[in-house]
């Protein structure tokens, strides 16, 4: 029988500890059925190199790593323990969380508790001890900021997509610290444990490709969740860059030099569909739906901005050669006034969010000019969800909210003088600025323009509403 000499037997054990053989008598064993079952070809006539490939072809390369699991399950108490945990934490932490969306899309009782649990178990439980299973098994120091990041990660993310659900505070942050461990630590660590055992020069070239699609995708992912600005550009490029060049190119790579599909071939594919198809839906479709949600809204409330308008047109037009009418025209105008003030500070909003910082757009295609004043094309805004311009025209300090609270505190001192004393203050609340605008500046959590003009809208029609009962109460007391 050929013997195999020192140089090939140690090329052999290398290979084998790259596999992550760490439990010292079976990486001696698995060497030796090796190399008996390479002299065992050889004596056919194939040299070392044929012989080893052939061995290798044979053997599937996952199964070095299963013996060396099912051995230390049978020896080692502790790794027994941490696998059972790690197995029924992660089935009972995912079946948790597939219910929990299940009845909060369906909105039965229940989600929000079972959602908190399933993230309690998988955080606590399942990555605890997945930890501590791969260390046991590869006890390799270069794969710990690996293992490290890559905790850190998911359980900043399952977190994160829990308090983003329940709309809890600090769900931002979470899912931030998620994407920072994500692309500073698990992936570069990730590439440098590839380059280190990976000599093909073009692999490593497509790695460095995937690490920065990987990049781009998941922080465009994390600004379209937040709604910031760049997040399609961000996800686009990742698309491109994962989908259209790092993947084919690594999919021919490995045709060349595989004979046949690896099981992390295929784990692959899967994984990029996972990764790639739930963004691209929720940057088409729940973006849109989400959007469409804030357009129901607002065009209600334009309905009825339409509808007290009119309402309070017909009274005017009931009563104009009644003795009232010289009050109800001086009512009229006022709240005219009011409505324009509104109106222009929604024009500047809107101008704001689809030019560029510094330079306004004239915003025709978005704003019409009617009868009853300025109307909003929601539904043709580009940037709905930009902060700047709550900032800029609604908080407290700037100057179209200080025109906007003392025009109304003018015209609550106009209406006064109208009406009984006990009747005043059921209107008060409702001509407060502040009670639909914000009370602070929104600088720590921002505040959307379409929320800011939904605030306008809700103030409008108030407006309209005490408009409406003014001119009842002139008419009764004429």
């Known amino acids: 029988m050929p013997d195999l000499s020192l140089e090939n037997i140690e090329s052999i054990s290398r290979d084998v500890m790259r596999q992550e053989i760490t439990f010292s008598h079976l990486l001696e064993e698995l060497t030796d059925h090796i190399c008996c079952d390479i002299e065992n070809e050889m004596q056919n006539g194939l040299n070392f190199s044929e012989a080893y490939r052939r061995v290798k072809q044979k053997m599937n390369p996952r199964r070095l790593k299963e013996i060396q699991e099912e051995t230390l399950y049978a020896v080692d108490t502790k790794y027994r323990n941490m696998k059972n945990i790690m197995k029924i934490s992660g089935i009972a932490g995912t079946v948790m969380f597939g219910f929990a969306a299940l009845f909060k899309i369906q909105h039965w009782p229940g989600a929000g508790a079972m959602m908190t649990l399933g993230a309690l178990i998988l955080a606590f439980a399942f990555m605890p001890s997945a930890l501590g299973v791969l260390w046991k098994e590869t006890h390799n120091k270069n794969k710990l900021v690996l293992f490290i990041s890559a905790f850190f990660a998911v359980g900043f993310f399952i977190f994160g997509v829990l308090f983003k659900v329940q709309h809890w505070q600090g769900a931002a942050i979470l899912m931030m610290l998620a994407v920072i461990f994500s692309i500073l630590f698990f992936m570069p660590s990730l590439v440098v444990y590839l380059f280190r055992d990976q000599e093909n020069k073009s692999k490593k070239l497509v790695y460095l490709i995937g690490a920065a699609g990987y990049a781009f995708y998941t922080a465009g992912l994390f600004l379209k969740i937040q709604h910031w600005q760049l997040a399609t550009f961000f996800m686009v490029l990742g698309v491109i860059l994962l989908g259209v ?31 790639i198809i739930p963004g691209a ?21 334009q309905a009825m901005h339409s509808y007290l308008y009119r309402n309070n047109n017909s009274l005017m037009i009931t009563y104009h050669d009644s003795l009232s009418y010289p009050k109800m025209e001086q009512l009229h105008a006022k709240t005219n006034s009011l409505l324009s003030l509104i109106g222009n500070v929604q024009v500047k909003m809107v101008q704001e969010s689809e030019g560029e910082p510094g330079k306004p757009a004239l915003g025709k295609d978005q704003i019409l000019q009617t009868e009853m004043g300025t109307e909003i094309q929601y539904i043709k805004l580009s940037k709905p969800f930009h902060p700047a311009p709550v900032r800029d025209f609604l908080a407290p300090g700037c100057s179209s909210r200080e025109e906007l609270n003392s025009e109304f505190m003018e015209y609550m001192k106009y209406i006064t003088g109208l009406i009984p004393k006990e009747d005043v203050q059921k209107y008060t609340t ?19 323009m379409i929320s800011g003009l939904h605030a306008l809208e809700l103030l409008e029609n108030s407006l309209l509403a005490v408009e409406s009962n003014m001119l009842s109460a002139i008419v009764k007391h004429k």
């Open 281 to 301: 839906l929720i940057n088409l479709n729940l973006q849109h739906s989400y959007e469409e949600g804030f357009y129901i809204n607002q065009e209600q409330q």
């Open 430 to 448: 409702l001509l407060d600025p502040s009670t639909y605008l914000p009370e602070a500046k929104p600088e720590g959590a921002k505040i959307s």
């Open 245 to 275: 060049i790092a993947f084919p190119w690594f999919t021919w790579l490995t045709w060349k030099e595989e004979s046949y599909i690896s099981s992390r071939f295929l784990f692959l594919v899967i994984g990029s569909l996972v990764l």
